[in-house]
């Protein structure tokens, strides 16, 4: 595989559940991302690891908790969502990260609803 | 605060027709404006990189250009197959790697 790979595409959760989100990259980027998707509003930047340290939190609910085993691997484990929750939940990896000018590579996202 | 924003918020074309894209932006030192297009289903897919005011960069259909305060994105002659959401993206020298994206154009083209 080549890219950025997000599983699962579809996740329907109880508010109660807990889930997790996997993202891979196959481009040997030292950067990665999550972001967030609502229906009609712009990109929401979540988290942003580079060489697998947290270096952006952009205050996002505790309920939201990322983790970065590698520099190929990207996780998000979900707790005790709220509706509002629901969104289409993107993962990126860029190059360098940190001060360039890098072009984002996307996953194909996780739709998530919350019921 | 850094801002973007896009015109119109949708777009329906004839196949042929062509017209343009807006992005206007606010950012304290612009390091790069970049144009994404964004298909139903998937993540956003890079289109082109601006760095300076005057720049223009080509690819097939499409033509983006940058000014002081906004971008274009003209599409020429489009085909159905460029129906798709066109994100803009800037990222100012105080951020870093952290993009700040506008809410897209959605754009249907008409056969």
């Known amino acids: 595989e080549t890219g950025v790979t997000q599983t699962p595409r579809h996740l329907v959760m109880g508010m109660t559940n807990k889930k997790s989100l996997k993202c891979e990259q196959h481009l040997g980027h030292n950067a990665m991302y999550w972001y967030k998707q609502s229906a009609k509003k712009p990109l929401e930047l979540m988290f942003v690891?580079?060489?697998?340290?947290?270096?952006e939190n952009n205050s996002v609910p505790s309920r939201f908790s990322p983790e970065c085993p590698n520099s190929s691997h990207l996780f998000l484990h979900l707790h005790t969502l709220q509706p509002e929750d629901s969104a289409l939940y993107l993962c990126?990896?860029?190059?360098?990260?940190?001060?360039?000018?890098?072009?984002?590579?996307f996953g194909s996202g996780t739709q998530l609803s919350v019921l | 605060e850094d801002q973007v924003t896009q015109s119109p918020e949708a777009l329906r074309l004839q196949e042929g027709e062509s017209s343009s894209l807006n992005c206007s932006y606010t950012v304290s030192g612009l390091r790069g404006l970049f144009w994404y297009r964004q298909d139903p289903g998937k993540g956003p897919e890079f289109l082109f990189t601006?760095?300076?005011a005057g720049e223009e960069k080509e690819k097939e259909r499409l033509k983006a250009t940058l000014t002081k305060k906004e971008s274009f994105l003209h599409i020429t002659a489009p085909k159905p197959e460029d129906s798709a959401t066109y994100l803009c993206?800037?990222?100012?020298?105080?951020?870093?790697?952290?993009?700040?994206f506008g809410p897209g154009t959605r754009l249907s083209v008409l056969p």
């Open positions: 990126a990896s860029s190059q360098e990260g940190q001060g360039t000018n890098e072009k984002l590579f």
């Open positions: 690891y580079n060489f697998k340290e947290q270096t």
């Open positions: 601006l760095y300076s």
């Open positions: 993206a800037v990222q100012g020298v105080n951020y870093g790697q952290n993009f700040v």
